[in-house]
């Protein structure tokens, strides 16, 4: 009868921060999901296909806004209509401590990951930012940004609401290669990197 109870399910909303952001990326939202995707793929081909320079594009479409908020503006005062429906734009000062608060913990993340590095001469961490810095220069070397920006808005669009929907299958399958990994890993361990000369704490001491 143990062995009838389904797996554990993983609230995908929730992991995304449950708000409008997680409706968008799990498609709860269609409208404002298709205009993600349609006004980022505009962008790609804009730029990337047609190429149109980003930096002159912004300055122009800000000009035009500008030029039509201003003569709105005038005429609205001379035929007594109304001003432009303009929100008060400004950002609150949670906002700010938040999105500080995110960047606060990822550089001291970093820094403390650097200083493993090179004060506790850390070997695995050594080896794992390398492997990860040489993918992404890669990665980065097979695409530019502004491509590589579009690819993580189409995944962003479709993997949290394929997990969603399959969970189950893919964390049998993540499961399997967390598995197989850790075995090669182990292997590599062992046979390699502990057999490198480590430098010990007496001998720092001594030095």
Excluded: C
Excluded at 19 to 36: P, S
Excluded at 81 to 110: C, Q, T, Y
């Amino acid at each position: 009868m143990g062995d009838s109870m389904p797996p554990h399910r993983i609230s995908v909303h929730q992991a995304l921060g449950g708000g409008a952001v997680a409706d968008v990326l799990l498609w709860r939202q269609w409208g404002a999901t298709v205009v993600v995707l349609t006004s980022s793929t505009a962008a790609w081909i804009l730029f990337e296909r047609a190429g149109y320079n980003l930096l002159s594009f912004g300055a122009n479409v800000l000009l035009l806004l500008v030029v039509i908020l201003f003569f709105w503006a005038k005429s609205a005062s001379l035929l007594n209509r109304p001003l432009p429906p303009l929100p008060d734009m400004e950002i609150s000062e949670a906002s700010v401590v938040k999105v500080a608060d995110a960047m606060h913990f990822w550089i001291n993340r970093g820094l403390s990951v650097a200083r493993d590095i090179a004060i506790g001469r850390n070997l695995k961490l050594f080896l794992q930012v390398s492997v990860l810095l040489w993918v992404a220069s890669y990665i980065g070397s097979l695409f530019n940004f502004l491509t590589l920006a579009y690819v993580g808005v189409l995944i962003s669009l479709s993997v949290p609401v394929l997990y969603d929907k399959f969970q189950h299958h893919i964390d049998d399958k993540l499961s399997i290669a967390h598995r197989t990994i850790q075995t090669q890993y182990r292997k590599l361990d062992e046979s390699i990197l502990r057999k490198l000369p480590m430098q010990s704490n007496k001998q720092k001491k001594v030095q």
